[in-house]
Structure formats: C-alpha cells, structure tokens
C-alpha cells in the first residue's frame, strides 16, 4: 500500500500528531497507551510541542544544576536556583508558565528514567508496603487543583535592608513563587491502598535527588483533599526541574515540603525528624526558642505576602499606566491589597481581579500617573481570616517567612 496523501489539513494535522504520539513515547520509556493516559490526565498535547515532555536524560548529556533555559531578562541566576522576574509577568494571565516558574534545587536536577521510576510506600504507620510504578500512577483517579509553590526563604534578602545583617541562604527578594495548576493522584488514596493505620502519626516523602531531601508533615496534612503526588503541570507532563516524573504538592506549607523527584514515603506510628526539621528549616535567632531536637521552631505554613509587577530598582517610561501586582496568603483569599507611593504615610485600595484562589493568589491593579522621578512603592495584603503582612518580622539566621512590608525602587524616565 503506497503512502497515503495528506491533501486535507486535518487528515495532516492527525497524521502528524499520532506520529508525535509514537516518537515522544518512545523517547520516555513509555508505551503509548501509558503516554494518551499521561496527555489525558494533563490535558494537552499543544504544550508538549518542542521537547517539553522529554526528560532531562534526553536533553543533556552533562549534568547541569538546572536543565531548562532561565535567560537573564526573565530570571536572577543564582547557581542551582533560579528567581523569577516579576516584571515578566506583568500583562500575563493567572498561572505561571512552566517556562517562566521558579527553580529551588539543593544540588542540581537528578536525571530520571520513567521506565526505572518506583514509588514506595512503607514503614510502621501502614499495614503492607505498596510499591507503584508509573503507569499505575497515571492508572489512578486523576484530580487537578490550582495552587502555589514557594521556597520557605522567598522575601530573605530583605532581613539585610530590614535588620541590617544578611541571613544565610540564596538572596531572595520575592520571585521564589509561582502558581501552577498541578494534576496527579491524592496522597491519601496512596496511602489508603497501602492500609495507612489509625495510629499513624507523620508522613515522610523522599526525594531521589543527590541529597535524598526528606521532610515529613502530619498525617493530617498528607489526608487534605489538595495533598497530591503530582505528575503534570500546566497541563504538560512535570518538566525535569520540577520533579519528573513525579514529586508532592503540599499547599500552603513551605517549598521543601513539595518533595520533588520523589521515590519513597514513609509513614510513621512515630514522629519523624530529619536534617530538614531540625537543623534547617527551622526558626533560629534571638527570638526564638530551640524545641529538641530542633534547633528553633519547625516551618510549616508559608507566610502572606504580595509583590509588584514590576523590575526591582529598573526604570519605566512616564505616563499613565497600570500599576500592578500580587498577592497569596496560605490561610484564605485575599481580602484586600493597599498600596502607599510615600512611604506608608498614606493608603490607597487597590482593584483585585478574579479569580482570587485560597492557597493560590490575586492579580491586582491600580490607576497610577508615573512621573519623572524616583519612585518607593509599598504594598501591603490581608486575607478574609483577618491576616496582615507586618510592618516588621524578627530576624532569623537563615532568613525564612519574611513577609514584612518592603519599599520597592524604581525610576520613572
């Protein structure tokens, strides 16, 4: 039979997307009815164009700290980690795109084959150990919610400017954060099916990163309807920086609890502790009490904060323009953002635009005549529970949940 002639754009249009089909899921290890459950599950395959779905084993070949391109104009490089520019998000919709989110890497990224990828669950808070491959996973019943990601030290380089001493850690100022609309499976189906005990206590994901990062949360936590062990984002497959092939969304607590790359969870008839809630990611300073055996309060919520649309200490063209932002809180929606042009001697309310997602964020905008000049803005959230950003937050020592208010610079030209 000779080959057949794609005259008709939709004929093409199919023929080249099953072609796409095959290749990609060759390329992952994948078979192609594990791959369509992937696409059904993440909702696209537009976004898959141009590589996206491959993992970081077929993109480089030298290991990297991280493996997708983070250009200067759209990211502060800060090594292994990555910050978003928050004036590349200025006029863009309510997610972040993948390509734009934020990295917090301990090392680097691992590269992982799928078809070598294992999910264990064990330990004494369930009745068997339950080992899940990848197409049992995306064999599960599928959810999506929308909801940030954000590092325990996004805000950390302002305890400089606020205290006058530099906390320890990657310098911060707020674009360790991105919201994302995150598909997977509910860690406590997972959990179910492994016959999660009564007098379980903590649940420990691991990750199989060079450092194996592990930090347990509360059985309570790991039920929550929104606790997921995800697999796609943004509709597409999670790309290698975010955790391919698959890693933890744990909403509103601090990024190091969104285990990426994760393979193993361990649950506990006993509380669990590790070097990443005891001796880091925790509270330590002046004002704050050890709790053996850590060595200062354990983090688990993040902290309110809001942030400009806008280059941190750039320059704008003068004229009239919208003035605009965001703001996200762990505990609710936000009630309001106010926005000061002196220096917090006078407020004015600015506009929020829906939607407004608890655990995600608000997009806000306000009417501004920019004049020539230099120019501080201050900006200021709350949420519907009645939580305020601060004026000020005691210094720790490696400088995390800095939500206090902050001047930001910029020149009008």
């Not at 506009?351 to 608000?362: C, G, H, Q, T, Y």
């Not at 709350?382 to 939500?403: K, M, S």
Request: aromatic share 8%.
């Amino acid at each position: 039979m000779g080959r057949e002639k794609l005259l008709r754009e939709d004929d093409y249009l199919a023929a080249r997307a099953d072609e796409y089909l095959w290749s990609e899921s060759n390329k992952l290890g994948l078979s192609r009815r594990s791959f369509l459950k992937l696409l059904a599950a993440a909702g696209s395959l537009a976004p898959l164009a141009g590589g996206a779905m491959r993992p970081a084993s077929a993109r480089a070949a030298t290991p990297q700290p991280v493996l997708k391109p983070t250009p200067p104009d759209l990211f502060n490089d800060f090594g292994s980690n990555k910050e978003m520019r928050w004036e590349a998000m200025y006029g863009r919709g309510y997610l972040v795109p993948n390509e734009l989110f934020f990295v917090r890497n301990h090392t680097r990224t691992p590269t992982l084959e799928v078809n070598n990828w294992r999910l264990k669950i064990e330990g004494s808070g369930v009745n068997r150990t339950l080992e899940l491959t990848y197409d049992d996973l995306l064999a599960m019943p599928a959810v999506s919610f929308v909801r940030y990601v954000e590092c325990a030290g996004n805000g950390r380089s302002f305890f400089e400017t606020g205290h006058g001493k530099k906390a320890q850690g990657t310098q911060w100022k707020l674009g360790a954060i991105g919201v994302a609309e995150w598909t997977g499976v509910p860690l406590r189906e997972i959990l179910e099916r492994a016959g999660v005990k009564k007098t379980a206590r903590d649940v420990m994901p691991e990750g199989l990163d060079d450092l194996k990062v592990r930090r347990p949360m509360s059985l309570d936590k790991a039920m929550e309807e929104d606790t997921l062990v995800v697999y796609a984002m943004n509709g597409q497959p999670l790309p290698a920086d975010h955790g391919f092939p698959a890693r933890v969304l744990a909403p509103g607590w601090i990024g190091v609890a969104n285990i990426k790359w994760v393979g193993r969870i361990q649950v506990s008839e006993e509380p669990l502790f590790t070097q990443w809630n005891t001796d880091t990611y925790v509270l330590i300073g002046p004002d704050y009490k050890p709790s053996a055996p850590a060595k200062g309060p354990i983090l688990s919520l993040q902290s309110m904060k809001s942030a400009l649309e806008l280059p941190w200490d750039g320059e704008i063209t003068a004229g009239r323009r919208l003035l605009r932002g965001r703001a996200w809180s762990p505990q609710g929606k936000i009630d309001r953002v106010e926005y000061s042009l002196d220096q917090g001697k006078s407020w004015q309310r600015a506009r929020l635009r829906e939607p407004n997602i608890s655990k995600a964020w608000v997009r806000w905008d306000a009417d501004w005549d920019a004049r020539s000049g230099k120019h501080l803005i201050r900006v200021r959230a709350a949420d519907e529970r009645g939580n305020a950003q601060p004026e000020r937050v005691a210094f720790n020592e490696q400088g995390y949940l800095n939500n206090a208010l902050v001047d930001h610079p910029i020149t009008v030209k």
